[in-house]
């Protein structure tokens, strides 16, 4: 089902948090005629140019939002990254590991790495619309994550 125009109401905010300071807020939006999704990350602090709302995500192609965190060591912070992808597709990431930094997302939208078929250890990747009304907690990993949704809609 598509709209001439979609009709987009806010779903909530996913904030990312590196101990108390936030480091960006991870937003959606929805049709509430066919259901597209639309979503944005705020930096917190100067704003620029390449921010705001991104999408929307294609259904017919099984996109998702989907949030990619990543431990951070050295000259490469924890950061928590907006992407678009879809089963089947790959993941190009920024890693501490190697083999974590090209991933591949399953059917059930979880996300292996493509050498060997395992979870990564220093990315952790969560649905966008799973994790909002929630936050995550980047100084600790893996990342304490948390979100008000019903435990039921919830696939942490
Ligand atoms: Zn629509």
């Known amino acids: 089902m598509t709209c001439e125009s979609h009709d987009y109401v806010y779903v909530g905010a996913f904030n990312v948090f590196i101990e108390e300071e936030l480091l960006?807020?991870?937003?959606?939006?929805?049709?509430?005629?066919?259901?597209?999704?639309?979503?944005g990350e705020r930096q917190m602090g100067p704003i620029s140019s390449t921010e705001g709302m991104r999408g929307p995500a294609s259904q017919e192609s099984g996109e998702r939002w989907m949030v990619v965190a990543r431990q951070?060591?050295?000259?490469?912070?924890?950061d928590a990254i907006l992407i678009k992808a879809s089963p089947g597709s790959r993941v190009r990431v920024e890693s501490i590991e190697l083999h974590d930094s090209s991933l591949v997302v399953k059917d059930d939208l979880s996300v292996v790495r493509e050498v060997d078929g395992e979870p990564p250890t220093t990315v952790r990747v969560y649905e966008l619309l799973s994790v909002l009304k929630g936050y995550i907690d980047l100084s600790v990993w893996p990342p304490k994550v948390f979100?008000?949704?019903?435990?039921?809609?919830?696939q942490l």
């Open 24 to 39: 960006k807020v991870i937003e959606a939006w929805r049709c509430r005629v066919c259901g597209t999704v639309l979503a």
């Open 72 to 78: 951070g060591r050295g000259s490469l912070p924890p």
């Open 147 to 154: 979100t008000l949704q019903a435990k039921q809609q919830r």
